[in-house]
Every structure is written in C-alpha cells, then in structure tokens.
C-alpha cells in the first residue's frame, strides 16, 4: 500500500517546486521507499559508469522530482565520467518520491558515488530569479564551479541557505573516496532557460531538440571547473 503525499509536499508540487530538505519526506529512506513504490512503474535508476571513472554527476531527485536534474547530470557525464539518476516517472504526485540527500541510501548510487573521487550532485531549487547555490564539502572544486558558471553568465548565489548547503558528511555528494563533493542547487527560474518555452514538463524535457544554448553552457562550464 502507498503511503499518502504530505500536504506540504502536495502544496509544492502543485507551485511546481521541489520539496526542500526541510520539508517532511513521505520516506525515511530507499528500502521504505521501494516497499511501497513500483520500479519501472513509479520510478527508475538509471546509470552509466565508464572504466576508470573518477567523477560521479548525480541526480537524486531526477526525472519529474527536480526536472531536469537528471537530463543536466547525464549530458554532464557524457562518456567520460560516470552517471547515475533516480527519477519519477509518476504521471503525477513525484514528489513523494524525494529523499533528503544526507539519508538518500540507494544502494547503487552508494557504490556509484564510493568507486569516485570527486561528485556533482545536481538538485532543483526553488525560485522565480535565475540564480544557482553551489555547496558541498569540496571547497577548492566549489570555487572553480563558481567562477566558470559565473564566466558563462550564470548568476551565483554568495551564500547557500544551510537547509541546501550540503555539507553533511551523511549528504551522498560527500560519500565518495575523498569525502568532499559539490552539491548545484539551481532555482526554477535558471531551470526554465534551459529549455524552449520555459516547460520542465517530463515529456517536453525529455526531447533534447527543446534544449536551449543555455542548457550547453552551463554543463560545459561545470566539467570546466572540473578539469
């Protein structure tokens, strides 16, 4: 049996946000998660992991949870780096899909982060302004990420809000081999741009032709900081 979607979850989901990591989750963790949810049906994992990979771009709350996290992480990985996502595939409701990322326990994205050294945790925050939170434990690759996005023309927040700031070291983005990582938390009105119309619908995100130049050269100017 499903469990029932928070009203505050709801509430987001209708505004067409992502539940922040102080919203209540609907679950504690991956196994209560899959106990009440059908892979293939309600969600899916997804991912790519070349030889000798050394860096993880991740999306936890990829698909139509925090769209389109999913589609930035895997352009991002492209062939050299490895690629994972856990997306809502719902025709509705996704965000009861959302697990906080200091308890986002999946199995194969805790062997796909702990095989590297460096991650991109790539989240959807919430916000009408362009802007993108850049956190985590990896201050040296936070640096770099902040002034390639901002070379691009990308604004970048000077201050994360500590709700989205993924320091923890319980946050998957931290539990790779050097326990640092670098968590993009990038607002719904930066989101928008990256695609034709502004739609971060599951069906219109999905089709690469709706991409904007934008969406390219943001991804390009995070594998710049990344070397």
Known sequence: MKKTVSIAAASLLVLGLAPAASASDVYAGYAELAAHETEGKDYRRVQRVPSGAKTAHIAIHGGAIEAPT???????????????????????????LHITATRFDE????????????????????????????????????????????AAGFPVSASVPEE??????????????????????????????????????????????NRTKAFYRYVAAVNRALG
């Open 70 to 96: 999913s589609q930035l992480a895997a352009e991002a990985a492209g062939s050299r780096h490895a690629y994972y996502a856990f997306e809502g595939i719902k025709s509705e409701g996704n965000s009861s």
């Open 107 to 150: 199995p194969k994205a805790l062997a796909v982060v702990g095989a590297v050294e460096r991650t991109v945790s790539w989240h959807g925050a919430a916000g009408a302004t362009a802007t993108t939170y850049v956190g985590g434990r990896d201050t040296t690759l936070i640096k770099k990420v902040k002034a390639e996005l901002r």
């Open 164 to 209: 989205i700031g993924g320091d923890s070291p319980d946050n998957i983005a931290n539990r790779n081999r050097r326990g640092m990582g670098v968590q993009l938390e990038i607002s719904r009105g930066q989101r928008e741009r990256f695609f034709d119309g502004g739609k971060l619908t599951r069906a219109w995100i999905e089709n690469p032709a």
